[in-house]
């Protein structure tokens, strides 16, 4: 079993190697979009701390920290990703959703994506439905503009 783990360490090493230091920052970086806040007009809110991956990766993520900010009872933060696919169509993440503060989430896609939907809700246990979500487009195009 060590030898398996030593063996696949030498070899990432050997081909890490012979990729420039700069093409391996950026390919492996993570970004950080920053938060997503359900809609406003209510007296609590879901929050989300937003990280991605590169657009390029073959499995696409959308990670963080999912916040529930609302003091009904019932209410809870919800979060949910739409894929759309350099192929075409879309494709949506499994719900997350969390009842108390900083829960930790992870939404992945089923292969190289163009473009992520990403939106936040609250969630209504009791009737078992979302609302006053909001959604923020993100594509590749609005981080390419970021300054480093």
Not at 26 to 43: D, E, L, M, N
Not at 108 to 131: A, M, N, P, Q, Y
């Amino acid at each position: 079993m060590r030898k398996t783990h030593v063996i696949g360490g030498l070899l990432a090493f050997v081909i890490g190697a012979g990729v420039p230091a700069s093409a391996q920052a950026a390919a492996t970086s993570p970004i950080h979009w920053g938060p997503v806040r359900s809609a406003a007009g209510h007296s609590g809110h879901a929050e989300a701390d937003v990280w991605i991956t590169d657009f390029s990766a073959e499995t696409f993520a959308v990670y963080g920290k999912l916040d529930d900010r609302d003091s009904h009872r019932g209410h809870c933060a919800s979060i949910r990703a739409r894929f759309h696919y350099v192929g075409g169509g879309t494709g949506w993440s499994l719900p997350r959703s969390t009842c108390s503060a900083k829960s930790s989430f992870q939404l992945t896609s089923d292969g190289e994506i163009d473009r992520v939907d990403v939106r936040v809700c609250l969630h209504d246990l009791g009737l078992r439905k979302t609302f006053r979500c909001h959604v923020d487009a993100i594509k590749p195009e609005i981080i390419a503009n970021w300054p480093q």
